[in-house]
């Protein structure tokens, strides 16, 4: 970690983490004794709970970090997004696509049922995955034997949620990099398929799954695709924690769930084709800096992300402050040696949290030129 984010990462850290742990202790009462009468009300509050550590996520990503997000989609989509159960379909453009998920979803109103399906290590990361798993995420192992029925029994599960999810699946997988597109650009000219430039080739078997199972009660899919300005560089926990400003744009399409196709053949190939699409329409933009559609124009910033945080910041460090003073922690060396391990510990966790999200270094690699047009290149030293 570089000296700028580890400074920042005390005193983030700390409110993240007090607070994390704080927000999974009453995710563990709820689930011991709320969940076994009534699902439902566990649902609600459980979400509602959870939203608090996302909140603070989002004041990360708006607040400190000056991240702009503008989406693009009709008024029609708009009027519904929020208001319906919806499986999302992004491309997973980077680390921070999950924190980018959840301040549109707070934008519309439905943070609290703002459900993911996730690789299974995440599960373990403390405090974001234990939140997680209590929120109901879904989690694989990338071994299609040992995740088909888990997939199948937790989509099946969200049948009686109690109000609108958004259930964000990223069919390619895993996150973009010039090594994977480079891949994904390879496979494709062998399979005699459209080369990619912009996305990777999705792994269909899950979109399948999940439409399969979804579609009795889920009226729709979105189509979402995250796109970075020229000029403006690519959000991750470690610029963000930097405070390096930057901007994504969201284009968003609906499709009714009662119009995609009925075979699993079917399906995969409209997932693939609406890959094609994304690859096709992300040309477009790095020409135009825009998705040529209606910009829906948001109010700012969360002020909900703010106060969260403010309220947070505030008691946290007001019963440190108690605590410091009751045990006499900054007046004697066996005091300070507990603050000074309790910072230390903060910073640890902190930087596993930065090097989980980092994407891996890569093999120096250079994109291969498509037929369509030339693709962009990617140098490393």
Request: positive net charge.
């Amino acid at each position: 970690m570089e000296l700028k984010a580890v400074v920042f990462s005390i005193p983030f850290g700390v409110i993240f983490v007090v607070l994390g742990l704080f927000v999974n202790l009453l995710q563990a009462i709820c689930f011991l004794t709320i969940r076994p009468l009534s699902k439902s009300t566990y649902r609600k509050i459980n979400g509602t709970i959870a939203s608090l550590l996302w909140l603070d996520h989002i004041w990360l990503l708006e607040w400190w970090a000056g991240l702009k997000v503008k989406l693009y989609t009709d008024l029609e989509t708009y009027r519904l997004m929020g208001e319906e159960h919806a499986l999302l379909m992004p491309n997973h453009m980077c680390d921070a696509d999950i924190l980018i998920g959840f301040l549109l979803a707070q934008r519309l109103g439905c943070l609290r049922s703002a459900l993911m399906v996730m690789k299974k290590s995440a599960k373990f990361l403390p405090i974001f995955g234990w939140t997680s798993w209590f929120l109901g995420f879904v989690f694989l192992n990338r071994s299609w034997e040992k995740d088909e029925s888990n997939l199948k029994r937790s989509l099946q599960g969200l049948k009686d949620f109690p109000m609108p999810f958004w259930l964000t699946i990223f069919a390619e997988g895993t996150r973009m990099t010039p090594d994977k597109l480079s891949e994904a650009q390879k496979f494709a000219a062998s399979r005699k398929l459209p080369i990619p430039k912009n996305v990777l080739i999705p792994r269909t078997k899950g979109f399948v799954t999940a439409v399969k199972n979804l579609r009795s009660f889920v009226p729709a899919v979105y189509d979402v695709t995250l796109a970075v300005p020229e000029g403006h560089s690519t959000p991750s926990l470690h610029t963000m924690m930097e405070r390096k400003s930057t901007m994504v744009k969201i284009h968003i399409k609906r499709y009714p769930m009662k119009d995609l196709p009925q075979s699993d053949e079917a399906i995969a190939q409209w997932c693939r084709d609406r890959f094609v699409a994304k690859d096709s329409m992300l040309d477009k933009f790095r020409a135009e800096g825009t998705f040529g559609d209606q910009e829906i124009h948001d109010t700012g910033r969360s002020i909900m992300a703010l106060l969260a945080h403010s309220s947070s910041c505030y008691l946290i460090y007001f019963a440190m402050m108690k605590l410091c003073q009751k045990f006499s922690l900054l007046s004697t060396w066996r005091g300070v040696g507990v603050l000074v391990t309790s910072f230390a510990a903060t910073v640890l966790l902190m930087h596993i949290f930065i090097e989980y999200t980092k994407l891996p270094k890569q093999k120096g690699v250079q994109t291969t030129q498509s037929t369509r047009g030339k693709a962009t290149d990617f140098k490393f030293n």
